[in-house]
C-alpha cells in the first residue's frame, strides 16, 4: 500500500533536536496508552493500526541522515503490533531503518504507543492514539464515528497537517533568547537497566478542579505548586552550601494562541521557578507560579521566543554546515544550557475528548515522558471524564520526593489518591 503524501518529510524545527541528543538514557521517546473495558485482541489491532498509519504517513516513516539535517522517510518494512515489553524508556536506537519511528503495543486491556519526539509532540501523539482506539473499536464491530471530534482512519491526510507551524504561523516581529542558568536536580541511584519505573496516581477529576479553584489557580497550577515544594525539601535534606534555582518546565500547546491543523510538534515551554527560601510555604509557591505561568502563556512572550529558534536554524553560518559538525555543536550547546537549566518537566494534556459512541468502551488515558539522567523525574499528566491521572516515570532508585507528592495530596489536600505502576523496579 503506498502513502498518500510525498516519499519524504523535513523534521520540523523543535523536532531537529531529539535525534542530535538522543542517547541510551535520553531516549526522546514519550508514551501513551488508553485502558479499555475489555481484553485487546491483537489480530483486530494490527488491522486498526494499519489503517491509522496511513491516514497519518508522517508517523508511518524512519530517521535517515541528510548533508545538513535529519529528515524523515517513509517506512517501508511492515509493521507489527507488539506485546508491551514494559520497558518505556530502553529505545534509544530511532536511526535502526528497520524500524518505525512509533511503536503500538498490547497487554490485557491497554493499548500504548510510544513516539520518537521528532516527529510529533504529545498533542499530536493523542490524536493518533485517539483515531487508532477509534479505528479498533470500529474493526471490532462496534457502532462508533469520529463525530466530528476527532480524525478518522478513513479520511484523507490534509497538507494543512504535515506543515511546519513554527515557520509558517510565527514570522515577523522581534526574537528574544531566554536566559538560564543550572538548576537543582534530583539525585539518586540509576536503575541498572534502562526502562522506566512509572508510576499512576489516579484522581477524581472534578475533586481537582473544585480545590484548583479554591486556590484561585489551574490544575497545572496546583500540581506544579505541590512538586515544586517537594523539590524545596529535597534540596533542602541535602544540605547544600549554596541553593540552586528549582525551575519547573511546563510544555504549551501552541495550537491554543495560533490556529494550526499540524500533526508535527507546535508546543513551547513554560520555565518557572527561582531560588526559593527553605521556608516557603504552600501559598507562597502558589503565588510565584501563577504570576510566572500567566506571564509565560502571553503570545507576545511565546512567539519572540519561537521566532529566536527559527533564526538559529536559518543562520547562513549553521544552514549549510554538515550535519556531523552540527551535530556537535547542537549538542555541546544543550548539555550547558538546556536540561541542566530545568528541575523537573511537568506535561500536562489536559481534557482528553472522545467521540460519545467511543466512551462506554473506555476507562482512562495515561501520558508518560522520558527521564534522563539530568532530569531523572518527570511528569505526564492526562484526564477523560472523572479520571485524572498523574503518570511519573523514575529512572533512580529515590522515592522520597514522588511520596511526599503522593501524601501531600493524601494529607494536605484530602484527595482520595489510587496507586498503580508497572512494576519493573522490581523485577532486576
Not at 523536532?15 to 514519550?30: A, D, M, Q
Not at 536536580?185 to 499512576?200: R, S, V
Amino acid at each position: 500500500m503506498k502513502n498518500r503524501t510525498t516519499q519524504w518529510f523535513r523534521i520540523d524545527n523543535a523536532g531537529k533536536l531529539f535525534p542530535i541528543i538522543t542517547e541510551t538514557r535520553r531516549s526522546s521517546y514519550f508514551r501513551m496508552s488508553v485502558m479499555l473495558k475489555e481484553t485487546v485482541d491483537p489480530v483486530v489491532l494490527q488491522k486498526a493500526t494499519e489503517k491509522t498509519l496511513f491516514r497519518f504517513p508522517n508517523f508511518n516513516t524512519r530517521l535517515q541522515r541528510g548533508l545538513f539535517w535529519n529528515y524523515l522517510e517513509n517506512q517501508s518494512k511492515a509493521f507489527k503490533v507488539l506485546p508491551d515489553p514494559n520497558t518505556f524508556g530502553s529505545n534509544s536506537r530511532p536511526f535502526d531503518s528497520s524500524k518505525h519511528l512509533i511503536e503500538v503495543y498490547y497487554h490485557r486491556n491497554r493499548i500504548a504507543i510510544e513516539v520518537f519526539h521528532a516527529i510529533t509532540d504529545g498533542r499530536g501523539g493523542m490524536e493518533f492514539l485517539k483515531t487508532l482506539t477509534l479505528a479498533y473499536l470500529r474493526e471490532k464491530g462496534y457502532a462508533v464515528e469520529s463525530e466530528g471530534i476527532i480524525f478518522d482512519a478513513n479520511d484523507q491526510v490534509t497538507q494543512a497537517e504535515l506543515e511546519d507551524s513554527f515557520a509558517t504561523k510565527v514570522t515577523k516581529g522581534k526574537s528574544i533568547w531566554m536566559p538560564s542558568n543550572k538548576a537543582y536536580h534530583l539525585k539518586g541511584t540509576y536503575f541498572e537497566h534502562n526502562g522506566h519505573y512509572l508510576t499512576h496516581v489516579h484522581l477524581n477529576t472534578e475533586n481537582c478542579i473544585a480545590i484548583a479553584r479554591q486556590f484561585q489557580t489551574t490544575v497545572t497550577g496546583l500540581f506544579a505548586t505541590i512538586l515544586i515544594l517537594g523539590l524545596i525539601k529535597k534540596q533542602e535534606s541535602e544540605n547544600p552550601k549554596k541553593r540552586k534555582p528549582i525551575i519547573l518546565s511546563i510544555p504549551v500547546d501552541m495550537r491554543k494562541y495560533l490556529p494550526s491543523k499540524t500533526m508535527k510538534n507546535f508546543v513551547m515551554t513554560i520555565n518557572i521557578g527561582k531560588i526559593f527560601s527553605p521556608q516557603a510555604t504552600f501559598q507562597d509557591v502558589l503565588h510565584e507560579v501563577n504570576l510566572q505561568l500567566k506571564e509565560g502563556q502571553k503570545i507576545e512572550i511565546l512567539a519572540p521566543q519561537i521566532r529566536a529558534n527559527m533564526k538559529a536554524e536559518r543562520m547562513l553560518l549553521l544552514r549549510f554546515v554538515p550535519l556531523f559538525i552540527k551535530r556537535w555543536i547542537v549538542k555541546s550547546v544543550f548539555n550547558r544550557v538546556g536540561e541542566p537549566a530545568l528541575s523537573l518537566t511537568m506535561s500536562n494534556l489536559g481534557k482528553i475528548e472522545m467521540p460519545l459512541t467511543t466512551q462506554q468502551y473506555i476507562e482512562h488515558f495515561e501520558f508518560m515522558i522520558c527521564s534522563t539522567p539530568i532530569v531523572p523525574i518527570n511528569l505526564g499528566v492526562a484526564s477523560f471524564k472523572d479520571q485524572l491521572v498523574l503518570s511519573f516515570s523514575r529512572i533512580i532508585d529515590d522515592r522520597t520526593f514522588l511520596n511526599f507528592f503522593i501524601q501531600y495530596l493524601v494529607n494536605e489536600l484530602k484527595l482520595e489518591v489510587f496507586v498503580s505502576g508497572n512494576r519493573w523496579e522490581e523485577q532486576d
